[in-house]
């Protein structure tokens, strides 16, 4: 049988930012460029206004490490295209960092609240103090008439170590129904996620993360907040350098902040890219997949998560999780309301991203509530085994696009990039296959999902591989499962990153 192979080379996406000019590379863009919101004129955000909470000393090293920040940052790697110099975040963002003691609330680790709580012998009751300090910290910083746009959180070595996370154990009560409840249905092993009906405790998370419950009780003051650790603000010989890491941090604090760093540049009508994700929420009564986070991403560059219904975990559907008709029409419902509520209009394109198949029931539920936009496109990404050789010490460059017996099309997202002259990973690059539920075009569904992979604001640097539509499915998720079901979630993506 012969085998068809037609290898494209897509160039690097395009990026702007705040003078005229476009740039394939984000830090080279901010450096000679400024930020996007720029153009925007009285939007530009001139100062960016941090709190800070957390123990006296690492507030210190904070305060420290953020005066550093506004002054050049010399850069100590060998490959300086990769790793440049960070020229201050004055001068890459034309807007002040301001530190205020208004803005500040230490806890004294040794002696006061916080060393307390971290001696209590419990892990959830440990976990739930510190996580009340620090939330009222947020709070109190947030209550005030002048505040700061986001609040950094230091987190000793010691709140990573004994709170970072913690599973809730199951009572005996929960234990003797999950049984009774497997021999009625004639099975010999209980499954550790299956409904339990128990009505004399409450319905906790078997799971908790530390920095995802603090933003989802951060998100109730509305503020956003950014974690500080200590391998953050000093120079350790494992970590990144002192530039890279500024790079970084200031990247995103900007966005958190309100100011757009960099976006796509436009090449067809206005857009609303939206990916489709499932978080598994497991309690000590449920086992429920959270249809559906849906990220959503305009090619102004805001971005916005919305949760969805929840369904049944069924261990029969593996990994093919689906939305049902009425689920697929009420999400999609609800990404455009948002998308008008920042937009004042409807997008002329919508493109959704799944890494599972479209069922015909989710096909339905999505044209319904899109069928006053002129072009919908439904885009797979899978992870795929297929894989490229090339002569050489590189794998294929990143931006190929492999056709198979016009079939089969795979994007490498990651692999050579000369630009940096390097492959930046440490892995052999395993592509995306790429389908599409009606005609699309696949260079161009290529060349977005490029595109969308350069628009990560929680780094500087260039080499992610998973668009952001999909990137943080399982932050944004766990995030949202700390939030009662009752209680809607801030869909703003300043409160994910």
């Known amino acids: 049988m012969t085998i068809r192979i037609e290898v494209t080379e897509l160039p690097p996406p395009l990026l702007e930012f705040g003078s005229p000019g476009e740039f394939t590379e984000q830090k080279e863009g901010l450096t000679q460029a400024g930020p996007f919101d720029l153009r925007f004129g009285g939007a530009h955000r001139t100062q960016v206004r941090v709190g800070i909470v957390g123990p006296t000393a690492m507030i210190e090293m904070a305060r420290q490490w953020y005066e550093r920040c506004r002054k050049p940052i010399m850069s100590s790697m060998t490959n300086l295209t990769q790793y440049p110099f960070f020229p201050g975040f004055d001068e890459t963002f034309k807007a002040s960092l301001v530190l205020d003691d208004r803005w500040v609330v230490e806890y004294d680790e040794t002696e006061n609240e916080l060393g307390k709580a971290l001696e209590l ?283 198979v017996n016009q079939d089969k099309n795979y994007l490498f997202t990651s692999g050579y990039m000369p630009e940096w002259k390097t492959y930046p990973g440490p892995h052999i690059p395993r592509p995306f296959e790429l389908s599409a539920g009606r005609e699309t075009d696949i260079v161009r569904a290529a060349t977005d999902v490029l595109s969308l992979s350069r628009m990560n604001w929680n780094t500087a640097q260039s080499n992610s591989s998973v668009p952001v539509t999909l990137y943080f499915a399982r932050q944004v998720g766990g995030i949202m499962s700390e939030i009662p079901e009752g209680e809607e979630p801030k869909p703003s993506y300043r409160f994910y990153m």
Request: aromatic share 10%.
């Open 121 to 403: 012998k419990k892990p959830k009751e440990r976990f739930e103090r510190v996580l009340d300090l620090y939330a009222a910290g947020i709070k109190k910083i947030a209550d005030l008439e002048i505040k700061p746009d986001l609040v950094v959180c230091c987190l000793p070595e010691t709140v990573i170590r004994s709170c970072w996370s913690i599973s809730n154990d199951l009572s005996e009560a929960e234990w003797k129904a999950i049984k009774k409840q497997q021999r009625d249905k004639g099975e010999m092993q209980p499954g550790l996620f299956d409904q339990v009906e128990v009505d004399e405790t409450a319905e906790d998370l078997l799971f908790r993360d530390f920095r995802r419950a603090l933003k989802a009780r951060a998100m109730r003051t509305n503020m956003p907040i950014q974690i500080g650790r200590e391998h953050l603000f000093s120079d350790e010989a494992a970590g990144q350098d002192a530039a890279t890491r500024a790079w970084n941090m200031s990247v995103a604090m900007y966005y958190k902040a309100g100011g757009i760093p960099w976006r796509t540049k436009k090449n067809g009508p206005e857009t609303c890219f939206v990916g489709i994700g499932f978080h598994h929420l497991r309690t000590n009564k449920r086992h429920l997949v959270h249809s559906s986070i849906a990220q959503a991403f305009s090619t102004e560059g805001d971005g916005f998560a919305l949760r969805g219904e929840s369904v049944p975990w069924n261990p029969d559907q593996g990994r093919e999780v689906h939305l049902t008709e009425e689920q697929a029409t009420k999400l999609a419902e609800k990404v455009l309301w948002q998308y008008r509520e920042r937009s004042g209009c409807d997008p002329l394109r919508v493109v959704l991203h799944k890494t599972s198949k479209f069922n015909q029931a989710e096909m339905a539920g999505f044209r319904h509530a899109f069928k006053n936009i002129p072009l919908v496109e439904t885009i797979n990404l899978a992870y795929s085994l297929f894989r490229l050789v090339q002569f050489g010490p590189y794998p294929p460059k990143r931006g190929t696009l492999c056709r």
